[in-house]
């Protein structure tokens, strides 16, 4: 019987990925789709950022099964397809937020019920970051709940304090803190950050109907202040927000055509919550298709990039998540919370890793300043 390594290895090194199909199929068949084509590319030639809008428009309407084939395709050649990153995620300075993103219960504008909390100290962050790698987490990434960290010197540096700690012991550290100034990512640099989040949420077009007290170009100078300080990216983005499909396009372009691509990319379900302004979007939910495309387009026009399956994981089953995993997420969120909506029970999330066959991905602490474009040898995958 032919295994599964046995099946893709000639299409990872093919010029021709589609050549399995195609020598099955009859000589009326479809000819090769967006995605088809665009993974070929992507395996030969590796990364760019030259994508124009109607490149990765092709790519995200591809017939479904071809763009979840091809997404696998690329992900298997990009990365080890076993492999799957367990992060954690601790709000360490909850709610009063000046920021009106209409999505987040930690907004002061809106009444949620969520009571706004100071800056956790050491020992309880420490001790949550402890319990995190325990459980098999190799990224601490902590939120606060900031417009930005201006003002804030005494706060910024304890967690400069903590980011040094939590890297001593051996674990990636992400911080999201809102906009950064320069001279900010320079000092997280130096005290061992590996990662900073800060999504983009939405398309350029479609952003002012979610958020107003943040313009789309400040989030794009925080970005560029991370990326020169030599920290890895963590940009993506949410949808279910009310946004059309050339927004979920929009977004994925504008992340594709940075000077680098993030280093991770997550990929958000609206979690709607009662009290902001997106709670009625509960009644149209994100389904599993919807997930499937953004995370399989994403791999093909970001093939080096760590897909993450980030919030609103918990409405899908087991089923459903192994679609997300084949079509190239490979990073997970675990633990009760993700800042403050709930995440996937612990036990279920091991029984799905054994299930599965997925692997925990080690940490990573090449230099944070390396080129991430650089094409890799391919990664077999084999278990």
Known sequence: MLSVRSIFRPLRHSRHPTSFLHSAASPSSSPSSAAAIEAERAIREGPRQDWTRPEITDVYQ???????FHGAEVHRHAHNFREV???????????????????????????????????????????????????????????????DTVGRKTNFNQILDYVKEIRGMGMEVCCTLGMLEKEQAAELKKAGLTAYNHNLDTSREYYSNVITTRSYDERLKTLEHVQKAGIHVCSGGII??????????????????????????????????????????????????????????????????MVRLSAGRVRFSMAEQTLCFMAGANSIFTGEKLLTTPNNDYDADQQMFKLLGLTPKPPSFGEETEDCQQEPAAVSGSG
């Open 62 to 68: 591809s017939p479904l099964l071809d763009l979840l």
């Open 240 to 305: 279910g927000l009310g946004e059309a499909e050339e927004d979920r396009v929009g977004l994925l372009h504008t992340l594709a055509t940075l000077p680098k691509h993030p280093e991770s990319v997550p990929v958000n379900a609206l979690v709607a919550v009662k009290g902001t302004p997106l709670e009625d979007q509960k009644l149209q939910p994100v389904e599993i298709w919807e997930m499937v495309r953004m995370i399989a387009t994403a791999r093909i026009v970001m093939p080096k990039a």
């Open 85 to 147: 990153q367990q992060c954690t995620l601790l709000s360490i300075k909850t709610g009063g937020c000046s920021e009106d993103c209409s999505y987040c219960p930690q907004s002061s504008r809106y009444q949620t019920g969520l009571k706004a909390q100071k800056l956790m100290n050491k020992d309880a962050v420490l001790e949550a970051a402890k319990r995190a790698k325990e459980a098999g987490s190799t990224r601490f990434c902590m939120g606060a709940a900031w417009r």
